[in-house]
């Protein structure tokens, strides 16, 4: 039974990682491949109860995406795999080289933490830190100012914990990926999502 549930988990995860290259949506990509997501309709659908810091409106973003699916699992589960990034590698592909510099050794308050992820190596930032409800962080290349700034929502739903994921671009650098492949970081975080419902509702309760 472990065996077979380790071949099924890392078939899923070559899927997923196979959609993001291929350009297809994650949720569908058993199915078929999907127009490509643009900024301006994850900005009508981006969730009102997100706190931004400053400087870092989704209405004046370079960059910008909504992702949200209900994980079938207490958000106590789904919050504890957030943050415990050392561990992102193990079940989400475009993460690598996870190393907390600064607090730990998991994410909470003012945690710094340098990553490899969409091939770039960035350093990243707690700003906010709620257990089990929000957290969310800058994003940057170390010794520069913040380009962009993740969030995670987490609500309790009948069902299991709804999770929504979003991320603001600001500046030269999210403006050249969007004008290149505006629908990338849409991708990258359904196959986030998608590869953490794996990992919270496989566990068990």
């Not at 933490?113 to 709620?130: M, P």
């Not at 739903?157 to 979003?166: F, L, Y």
Request: proline fraction near 6%; hydrophobic fraction near 40%.
């Amino acid at each position: 039974m472990i065996h077979y549930r380790t071949l099924q988990a890392a078939a899923i995860l070559s899927l997923l990682a196979a959609c993001l290259s291929l350009g297809l949506d994650a949720q569908a990509s058993t199915r078929t491949a999907t127009a490509v997501r643009t900024m301006r309709q994850d900005q009508d659908t981006r969730s009102p109860d997100i706190h931004w810091p400053a400087g870092f409106d989704p209405a004046t973003a370079d960059l910008f995406s909504h992702n949200a699916l209900l994980i079938r699992a207490p958000c106590a589960k789904v919050f504890g795999l957030i943050e415990d990034a050392s561990r992102w590698p193990s079940w989400y592909p475009n993460s690598s080289k996870v190393r907390i510099v600064d607090g730990g050794p998991q994410l909470g308050p003012d945690t710094r933490f340098r990553w490899t992820t969409f091939d770039l190596d960035i350093e990243s930032k707690v700003h906010e830190f709620v257990p089990d409800s929000r957290i969310g962080w800058y994003g940057y290349t170390s010794g520069q100012a913040p380009a962009f700034y993740h969030t995670w929502y987490l609500t309790p739903a009948a069902d299991g914990c709804m999770t929504v994921m979003e991320e603001v671009g600001k500046g030269a650098a999210p403006a050249h990926l969007r004008d290149t492949d505006e629908g990338l970081m849409h991708r990258g975080h359904d196959l986030w999502l998608e590869t953490l419902r794996w990992e919270a509702e496989s566990q068990g309760t």
